[in-house]
């Protein structure tokens, strides 16, 4: 026969919970019964077995033995020699013992432990005479402890044994916490399981133990002495290894337990429901001899799993496991048992890949100590499918049940199993009088017999006897025979409890044994009347819940709509995005009556329901108070399970069509709108706070809520998170917060110092599941729902810890939601996620850096928005320590394997900091260490994945716990060494509020991804201005060229050989077309190439490209429609005076051929006639030609009406009411007195003054105030035009009403018609008598009578050179370079310069972009330290920008020598171009001709004025040879003197002849 396994060769129990059947029970029998026995009475001992040697049992004998022979079998020695940890006990005892058996005493000093063992014959038996009488030992007896609270003393859990432990007390941080031995001390045992266990560590149960052998030093310092002996002592071999007294697992479990509240009782269960720890359903209590059913432990465990009809659409079940029904399958032992249950379990329930022990078993460490308070224990677990045939090892779920001990012991809780379970395995190794357990019919479950074939006794007759006693078939018994393995025996088991599961008789949930626990008489850890009345109160809340979306809206009114824009409106009143040019003040003032305004509708709801029945239930005593929320969350979160569960499976069916775009973005939003969770409670608790904060103090509903605040800080003390930022409206409830830790201060003091740490990692890269393990807190972890924010909790520092850490407390900060999808699609994601990064990084003194690998570019991202905005706000006060865990990496060489990536790390944080630096100004900053504490060698924390293997079965990995906990150990040590800012509860609550004014204060950088896209966005930015001002400057210079030919056109100045000015119009027309093309399209090549290069982050903005190309083109369509404008306007012009031209020019030519008459005349005379002579003779002349011309007087148009009609067509779209009231008044009246705006008639003043009460802004003067800007802009429009000095046209005042409806239409005030009609006729009316004095002057100065008599004398000089036949060479050089050359190279310098300057200006970073002019702008603001600038920058913003560019134009400029330059090069030009057509122009046949020529070559330059050149060529008759030489020097002369002229001209002048239109 084949020998026995060794590994079945363990002691006649069996496995772990195989001893003498319920010691302690049978031993406190026979004391029971020694109580009622009549018979001599002997002390016998009261004993509990210590030690339990492996043994089986004697063939022949059945005694126990510890030896076999060479052939497997027992070699009987007829002694049973086993040690027992014992106390006297008076016990009755029998006066004989049967001959020939071997009787075994020990004797035990119970105080000392000192162990004297005794072999006697059956005949001399020991007699212990001097033991005290029996009165006494029964007073001894009453003072001796319960094996319970031994067992609890040695662990150090006495105290607690009544007074149960709670969450603060085991998650207090004290130095225990980061100390990694704890020492030999037995209750460190305790603290040791439990530290490991809260940080869901799965080597939490290998419990060491402390040293029995206190030789053990000196016997190790003497063992080379014992190498020399001679005689070797092999005996020792044979000794057990494990000479150190300890407990076993499930004791120390048990103890515990037993020990803790609820609270505690739940987080335990859930964190061994993580390690893939069995958990116990009926927690035993050898004091009362009764075990109670732990449904509340187990009320907090989720799992996920996808059973076989799952599999192929990837779907998944998510719920509270003690909500579901599954089949349980129980497995118990009946008698003595050589087969190890738990251990066949474990492999039955294991992958072969991958073994893991879920129960404990007597081959673990310390699982072969016995067991002195667990028997009856009954262990759960749960085996999960994940769907994948191939690695499930059970297609369906089960629960597995195990109970300690055997079942004739613990006879209810094996009728508990079978009433329950499905199925029960029995595993036995001999059954006869105790089979009669197996025989109650009123068993629900399946009956299985396990037997092991080593017990001879175990035939196939005997088995089929049993069969046929117990109704059983063949396939209900299972034998592992001698020649079966393990691995075999475990799989014909698996395919037994497979056939039970294909079609199980019973499923029932946890919640449902309840029931069946009731029966039995076993009590359910939820009947407590605190669990109770939290159960009822949280029952009555969310039993109304029908629609999560709907009762959030008729339940939550105040944190829906309204807080959202409250939140807009708190952000608007620091950032201004809409404020436009109205005045700043009273746009503040706006926004401060809207926010009371709303604060006022949020105080018009009455208080819901709910919120009656929540505030009360957490009002309620403090045990009650925390039953209530853990329960609201529970009920919560399954209501959101379920709802997202049927949203997910609607989402992937409507997702299989795309044709239902819309529905599917409906059921995005539902998904994302369905989040509830308790945090909505206390939000609307906080809203309602808030808003009644704007109620009188002595209002009676203010009153009433005045406790809340307190309330929420007893809960923070309790251990409940907090929510901080509500993610939803990404804003701060101030008032409510800053109460609440008012409270939580006065609660404390003078225990108020705390000390924050934060987590901040992207979305779904377990954050929270870190704080959790690390700190063995409660944040919500991904339970299907989308909450979103941040939260914070608190946990006490202890006594002994709080001089190292200075502090009482540590603050713990976690967010959510960064990177989310549901953000994702939204255009302000960035923003949420750069806030709320930027607050609690501020708010922090050790921020966790959590970093997934798959997503670090996003958390890069986030810290470089972090930085820039710390960089931005002044003075932010701390300097917050980073540590960066990088999640996912398992490898061992992680740390050195990644120096490089670190390093790159670094330099990537260091690049974007220089970036955001730069940008703001503060270069002094050169790196990330600069801004924030971090060490790239010990700043790096390199975590492995959670889970080792594949969920749901898989446990959390070893090396997660490990590593994790080092990271704690560091951020302790860490923080002990740095000092906080904020030192109190007190300061941290001012310290929320200034960072998060500074938050809000913030506008630019936080919308975007990271800092280096800002930099590279800004850098685009400066280069579009650039080439925005190319393109503008390229069309001004084709503008004043183009109107340069348009007044040169039909003159002896102009090129073209076109007559009409329509065609004329047209060429020019298609040039401006093909300029304007040109340009747009090197534009956007520019930005082609700019996304091209390599440098400058270019691809992170490759999103705003569309946009900068959209304004490319928006910049063309502009440009081309002012261009148009202005060129009409001028050819307009040009024709007006056209008329004008040919009378001049035709009374000339009289005036000429009367001048010559009279020349010949006089010379006929052949008399010397003299000076005086000859001006009578001109005189004379002179008035009789000009009798001869037919001069009538130039029209002047009527302005006003021109004014009127444009008007008129203004308004007319407006309605007939505008036009009516616009016939009311004529345009001449207006004008004439300032604008003073008044409401007309009884009913609108009334209407004024209300709201001017009801508002904190005048209605009246804001109106007032919008109109003088208004009329400011027209007024400067109207100026520019006059200073042109051209005729009137009807686009100057198209253009003045363009200037009043776009300001109109952006001004932040309400307006009416009668205020628009009444300022457009006051504008109007002044600006169409300035133009038609403008008009007047126009037609003054070209009038062709005064034209003539302004020349009489130039006639008449002309006139005597021409009759004393004088060389006028070198005067008429003079003239014409003084009258027509030289006005007209001042005209083209004046016309360059503008640009010129404006170019200068841009080379200045401060001009560089808007913002940067801004930004100087409020800096010298800030530097001059004067109220009265603070004044006019806040009432006349505009005005003030205005008058700060012109001051720092005339300081750039105040030396001159800039300026001269630049005059000086366009001089030069001129001058060049002037000597060039001279040159160039050869010899004509006039010298009319000849000058003529050189206008013709400066006609796209110079604009030469045609009544100065028609003077100058008549009585013309110089040599041109002469001429052009004489001119030359003129020219040159005129250079010299323009120079020196201009030069010595003050600045503000030259300012004043400057008009640059950039449209």
Avoid at 83 to 98: A, M, R
Avoid at 698 to 719: E, I, N, V, Y
Avoid at 1026 to 1031: D, G, P
Avoid at 1495 to 1520: M, R, T, Y
């Amino acid at each position: 026969m084949e020998e026995p396994r060794s590994d079945n060769s363990e002691d006649i129990y069996g496995e772990e919970d195989e001893g003498p059947p319920s010691a302690y029970t049978d031993c406190e029998a026979d004391y029971q019964k020694a109580a009622t026995d009549d018979e001599d009475s002997f002390v016998d001992l009261y004993c509990e077995e210590e030690k339990d040697p492996g043994s089986t049992t004697c063939a022949d004998c059945e005694a126990d033995y510890h030896e076999t022979g060479t052939d497997g079998k027992a070699v009987c020695r007829h002694v049973k020699t086993t040690q027992y940890k014992t106390s006297h006990e008076l016990i009755s005892q029998p006066l004989e013992t049967p001959a020939g058996e071997m009787e075994n005493h020990i004797v035990i000093n119970c105080r000392e432990e000192e162990t004297l063992q005794e072999t006697t014959e059956t005949n001399d038996s020991t007699e212990i005479s001097d033991l005290p009488g029996k009165p006494n030992l029964e007073e001894e007896r009453k003072t001796q402890k319960t094996n319970l609270e031994r067992l609890l003393e040695d662990l150090g859990l006495e105290q607690y044994h009544r007074e149960k432990l709670s969450l603060s007390k085991i998650l207090g941080i004290d130095e225990k916490t980061i100390t990694d031995d704890l020492g030999d001390c037995k209750s460190n045992i305790l603290l040791n399981f439990l530290k490991k266990l809260v940080m869901v560590n799965v080597t939490a149960r290998n419990v060491k133990g402390v040293s029995c052998d206190l030789s053990n030093e000196s016997s190790e310092s003497n063992c080379d002495d014992e190498s020399d002996s001679t005689e070797s002592n092999f005996e020792d071999l044979f000794e057990s290894p494990n000479k150190t007294e300890t407990f076993n697992p499930l004791d120390i479990m048990t103890a515990l337990l037993l020990c803790s509240d609820g609270f505690v009782q739940q987080e335990l269960a859930l964190k061994m429901s993580m390690c893939q720890f069995s958990v116990p359903l009926l927690l035993p209590n050898c004091d009362t001899q009764q075990c109670t059913l732990m449904l509340w432990a187990m009320r907090d465990i989720v799992k996920k799993y996808r059973p076989s009809d799952l599999s192929e659409s990837k779907g998944f079940i998510e719920e509270r496991i003690v909500l579901s029904e599954l089949p349980m399958i129980s497995f118990v032992r009946l008698g003595e048992c050589s087969l190890s249950k738990s251990e066949i379990l474990n492999k039955l329930l294991s992958n072969s890949e991958q073994y893991h022990d879920t129960f404990v078993h007597h081959n673990m460490e310390s699982g072969d100590i016995q067991r002195r308070i667990s028997n009856g224990l009954t262990e759960m677990t749960w085996y999960l499918p994940c769907g994948n045939k191939n690695m499930d090892i059970f297609s369906e779920p089960v629960a597995i049940a195990n109970l300690r001990g055997d079942i004739a012991s613990f006879e209810t809780q094996f009728s508990f199993l079978c009433q329950t379970s499905a199925a029960v395995f029995v595993f036995f190794d001999q059954l006869d009088s105790e089979c009669e357990l197996l025989m109650n019919k009123s068993h629900k479950a399946q009956i299985f017999l396990v037997g092991n074939q080593q017990n001879k006794s175990l035939t196939p007759d005997v088995l089929k006897k049993l069969a046929t006693r117990l109704n059983l078939s063949k396939n209900n018994i299972i034998i592992k025979t001698n020649k079966t393995n393990d691995a075999d025996f475990v799989k014909s088991l698996k395919k037994t409890v497979s056939s039970v599961l294909t079609n199980p008789r019973l499923k029932m949930s946890v919640e449902q044994m309840a029931e069946v626990a009731h029966e039995l008489g076993i009590p359910v850890d939820e009947d407590s009347p605190e669990c109770q009345d939290g159960k009822k109160n949280a029952d009555a809340i969310t039993a109304e819940i029908k629609d999560t979306f709907q009762f959030k809206e008729n339940q939550f009114p105040l944190q829906g709509q309204i807080w959202k824009e409250l939140t807009f409106l708190e952000k608007e009143e620091f950032r201004l995005r809409k404020v436009g040019s109205e005045n700043i003040e009273n746009y503040k003032s706006n926004l401060k009556k809207k926010r009371e305004e709303q604060r006022k509708k949020q105080n018009s709801y009455a208080m819901s329901s709910v919120m009656s029945c929540f505030i009360r239930a957490i009002s309620s005593p403090h045990r009650e108070r925390c039953y209530f929320l853990k329960w609201m969350r529970m009920n919560l979160d399954n209501l959101s399970r379920t709802e997202l569960s049927g949203l997910r499976e609607l989402y992937k069916e409507k997702c299989k069509d795309s044709e239902n775009k819309q529905e599917i973005k409906e059921i995005d939003q539902q998904l994302s709108s369905s989040s509830l969770g308790v945090e909505h409670f206390f939000r609307e608790m906080g809203q309602i706070y808030e808003a009644s904060l704007y109620l009188p103090e002595t209002d009676p509903s203010r009153q009433q809520l005045q406790h809340l605040p307190k309330l929420c800080a007893q809960l923070l003390l309790d251990g409940f998170p907090l929510e901080l930022v509500d993610g939803d409206a990404s804003n701060i409830p101030l008032g409510w917060v800053s109460d609440v830790l008012s409270q939580l201060n006065d609660l404390v003091s003078p225990k108020n110092k705390i000390l924050v740490v934060t987590v901040l990692g992207v979305q779904s890269t377990g954050k929270s599941t870190l704080l959790n393990t690390m700190f063995g807190v409660q944040f919500a972890v991904s339970s299907g729902r989308c909450t979103r924010g941040a939260f914070m909790l608190l946990i006490k520092v202890n006594e002994d810890f709080k001089k190292v850490l200075n502090c009482d407390f540590m603050m713990i900060i976690d967010t959510e939601g960064l990177k989310s999808p549901e953000l994702a699609q939204l255009d302000n994601s960035h923003e949420h996620d750069n806030e709320l990064a930027t607050l609690v990084v501020g708010l922090s003194d050790i921020t966790i850096i959590n970093i997934a690998m798959e997503n670090s570019t996003e958390m890069k991202d986030i810290l470089q928005i972090v930085v820039h905005a710390f960089l931005r706000m002044k003075e932010v006060g701390k300097k917050p320590q980073c540590q960066f865990v990088h999640q996912n990496v398992s490898d061992v060489s992680a740390h050195e394997k990644n120096l490089r990536d670190r390093k790159l790390l670094l330099e990537q944080l260091n690049e974007m900091t220089q970036a955001a630096a730069k940008m703001e100004k503060k270069e002094e900053n050169k790196s990330f260490t600069d801004v924030m504490e971090y060490n790239p060698d010990t700043g790096n924390c390199y975590i492995p994945g959670l889970w080792n293997g594949n969920p749901p079965m898989a446990p959390v990995n070893a090396g997660y716990s490990e590593t994790v906990y080092e990271l704690k150990k560091n951020i302790i040590q860490q923080l002990g060494k740095c000092e906080s800012t904020s030192n109190n509860i007190l300061e941290f609550r001012e310290w929320i509020t200034s960072l998060w004014n500074a938050v809000k204060h913030e506008n630019f950088i936080f919308s975007f991804r990271n800092s280096l896209v800002a930099d590279a966005y800004m850098r685009l930015c400066t280069e579009y201005n650039q080439w925005e001002w190319e393109f503008k400057k390229e069309m001004y210079k084709w503008v004043t060229t183009a109107e340069t030919r348009i007044s040169n056109f039909g003159t002896a100045a102009a090129k073209s050989k076109l007559s009409d000015m329509n065609e004329f119009m047209t060429e020019l027309k298609s040039e401006a077309f093909t300029e304007l093309t040109k340009w747009e399209t090197k534009i956007l090549d520019n930005l082609k190439k700019y996304f091209e290069q390599p440098e400058g982050h270019v691809y992170l903005i490759e999103g705003y490209r569309e946009d900068f190309s959209n304004s490319i083109k928006s910049l063309r369509r502009q440009t081309e429609r002012s261009v148009f404008n202005q060129i009409t306007t001028t050819a307009d012009i040009k024709e007006g005076l056209k008329e004008l031209d040919k009378i001049r020019a035709t009374y000339t030519e009289k005036i000429e051929k009367a001048v010559c008459d009279l020349i010949d005349k006089c010379r006929k005379k052949k008399v010397k006639m003299t000076d005086r002579e000859l001006d009578e003779n001109f005189d004379k002349m002179w008035t009789e030609t000009l009798e001869t011309l037919a001069f009538s007087e130039q029209q002047t148009s009527n302005i006003f009406t021109s004014v009127s009609h444009q008007l008129q067509t203004n308004l007319s779209p407006k309605g007939s009411h505008a036009c009516e009231l616009l016939s009311k008044k004529n345009l001449k009246d207006c004008g004439l007195e300032p604008f003073t705006y008044k409401p007309k008639g009884r009913r609108e003043k009334i209407k004024h003054k209300l709201t001017g009460w009801w508002n904190s802004t005048d209605p009246i003067k804001a109106r007032q105030e919008t109109a003088d800007s208004i009329i400011s802009s027209c007024n400067d429009c109207i100026s520019d035009k006059i200073k042109r000095k051209t005729n009137y046209h009807d686009t100057y005042i198209q253009e003045i009403l363009h200037i009043i409806d776009e300001k109109l239409s952006n001004a932040k005030v309400d307006t009416d018609i009668e205020f628009e009609v009444s300022l457009k006729q006051h504008i109007c009316g002044s600006a169409a008598r300035e133009f038609q004095k403008m008009h007047e002057d126009f037609i003054q100065e070209n009038d062709p009578y005064k034209c003539l008599q302004k020349n009489k004398n130039k006639f008449c000089t002309g006139f005597k050179d021409v009759f004393y036949k004088r060389d006028q060479c070198q005067k008429k050089a003079e003239e014409f370079t003084n009258q027509c050359l030289k006005p007209a190279v001042e005209d083209f310098i004046y016309r360059s310069l503008g640009l010129n300057i404006i170019d200068e200006m841009l080379t200045g970073e401060e001009f560089s972009t808007r913002m940067s002019f801004q930004y100087s702008v409020l800096m010298d603001l800030v530097s001059r330290n004067d109220f009265e600038r603070y004044l006019y920058y806040i009432c006349s913003y505009e005005d003030y920008l205005k008058s700060q560019i012109s001051d720092r134009i005339k300081k750039h400029f105040s030396d001159g020598s800039i300026l001269g330059e630049i005059e000086d090069r366009h001089l030069e030009s001129s001058i060049s171009s002037i000597n060039g057509a001279i040159k160039k122009t050869i010899a004509t046949d006039s010298l009319k001709t000849f000058v003529e020529e050189i206008c013709k070559e400066l006609g796209d330059k110079l604009v030469i004025s045609q009544n100065a050149l028609g003077a100058f060529l008549v009585l013309n008759n110089a040599d041109q040879k002469q001429f052009a030489h004489w001119l030359t020097v003129s020219v040159k002369d005129m250079a010299e003197a323009l120079r020196t002229d201009i030069q010595n001209r003050p600045f503000e002048i030259k300012l004043s002849h400057l008009h640059v239109s950039l449209w």
